[in-house]
């Protein structure tokens, strides 16, 4: 864990992040779009700057598989553990069906 905090502490203190900090730190913005991101660095991104403006962040993934990819990364970097809102459909598009751990999950969270 040492090593992913240093980690951390190297990638917080680079231009292009505390950028990213004071543009968030800022209310005038509604909602931020980071593009173009490879590996795991949007983890380290949202875990440093969650930890140095102390705001809540909603995060909106493409799918479940890299919602779930995401959470994880965050729960290891993160000292608030994060929550997760999943779907409450066992399938896309089939809104009958119902998965009763993720609505437990959401009501939750």
């Known amino acids: 864990m040492k090593d992913l905090n ?3 502490e190297i990638i917080g203190t680079t231009n292009a992040v505390q950028q990213l ?3 968030v730190s800022n209310d005038n913005k ?3 779009k980071l ?3 490879k590996g795991a660095i949007d983890s380290f991104l949202l ?3 969650q930890e140095q ?3 809540n962040f909603l995060i909106i993934e493409e799918d479940k598989e890299s919602a779930a990819y995401l959470l994880n990364n965050l729960e290891q970097l993160s000292e608030q553990a994060p929550l997760f809102f999943p779907d409450s459909f066992k ?3 089939y809104f009958e069906e119902i998965n009763k751990t993720n609505v437990l999950q959401r009501t939750e969270t």
């Open 30 to 32: 509604d909602h931020i």
């Open 35 to 37: 593009d173009g991101l």
């Open 53 to 55: 403006v102390q705001k």
């Open 21 to 23: 900090i004071s543009i």
């Open 6 to 8: 240093d980690l951390k």
């Open 91 to 93: 399938r896309p598009a």
């Open 47 to 49: 875990s440093i700057t």
